[in-house]
């Protein structure tokens, strides 16, 4: 196995996930977002969203926070310290093994 | 063909950390601001030279009211338009204030160069050469990179505004010296330059709002307002 290969397998799994990926790169620019928000940019339905962030708070990448604007729920997600690092290190990685 | 791929994903990756900062102007919202700022900042500074009713304090308590009507305009816009259809963003403050520090530096920096500039010119070559309108064509040019380079290079129509304003910037630098000074009700090189330069703003402030209004409207046009249903 050669070192980008390597380089390639040791990527975190969580993050590498081209859906995970696509809400932690927008979470990444920005202090927090609501579920709509990345709803709108990943074009993904509320289903799949659901399940990816479900697995990103799983790893405690993401914080979630079900709260109301005015009188409609509204779920506010942001990215936690440790998730900013994972993702830190994994563009990293990746401009390491490209 | 795998690292192609890899490759791919991360520029789209780069290009979509850039997305959030975009999204900010999704409604036309920063555009609408930006225009109702440089065209009421004309207003208020043409008044008072042709408007004899027109208290000095006027300006003042003017400009107070058009940066508060903008702060709350923007702010209904998001909260009762753009959050209830595409969702909400808090952005991170540390960068922007790096950002807007950076970034006004740079304008005082051309501000303080133009006025150098300007008085250079009043001493050494004469007050009806074309050194004096140079500022605000310059500024004009600058903007317009600006715009083309964060706007116009993700909506393609708004390339047009762009050239709009490259043409205004090339114009402002070939109207005649004596009519901007008759517009200040003064004759001087610092007349000429500052009407330049509020000429400039007057009609960059009439395209942005042109473009900020055709942008919100395709906004509208484009989305609705998000179901309640649970997330």
Known sequence: MNLKTRKLAELDRVIHEPGRLMIVALLSAVEQADFLYLQHETEMNKGTLSSHLSRLEEAKYIEVTKTYRGKIPQTLLRLTAEGRQAFAQYRRRMKEAL | ?231
């Not at chain 2, 706007?151 to 490259?166: D, L």
Request: glycine content about 10%; overall charge positive.
């Open chain 2, 1 to 231: 063909m795998q690292e192609h791929e890899e490759v791919t994903k991360m520029d789209q990756v780069e290009r979509l950390m850039q997305r959030p900062i975009l999204y900010d102007n999704i409604d036309g919202a920063g555009e609408l601001a930006l225009g109702f700022f440089f065209l009421g900042y004309t207003l208020l500074r043409w008044l008072p030279i042709h408007a004899i009713w027109w208290h000095r304090y006027g300006v003042l308590l003017g400009f107070l009211l058009l940066i508060a009507a903008i702060h709350y305009g923007v702010k209904a816009i998001k909260t009762h338009i753009t959050y209830p259809r595409t969702g909400f963003v808090e952005y991170r403050k540390r960068g922007y204030v790096w950002k807007g520090a950076i970034a006004g530096a740079v304008v005082g920096l051309f501000i303080g160069l133009g006025i150098v500039l300007v008085a250079h010119s009043h001493w050494v070559v004469g007050r009806s050469h074309w050194v004096l309108r140079m500022p605000a064509a310059l500024f004009g040019l600058i903007f317009a990179a600006g715009y083309a380079y964060k706007i116009a290079s993700t909506v393609r129509w708004k390339w047009a505004m762009a050239a709009a304003m490259a043409i205004c910037s090339f114009e402002m630098a070939m109207i005649p010296a004596g009519a901007i000074r008759a517009m200040m009700g003064r004759n001087s090189a610092f007349a000429t330059a500052f009407g330049a330069l509020r000429l400039t703003f007057a009609f960059y402030g009439l395209i942005l709002l042109i473009s900020g209004g055709i942008s919100f409207v395709l906004y509208l046009r484009h989305t609705q307002p998000a179901s309640e249903t649970a997330e």
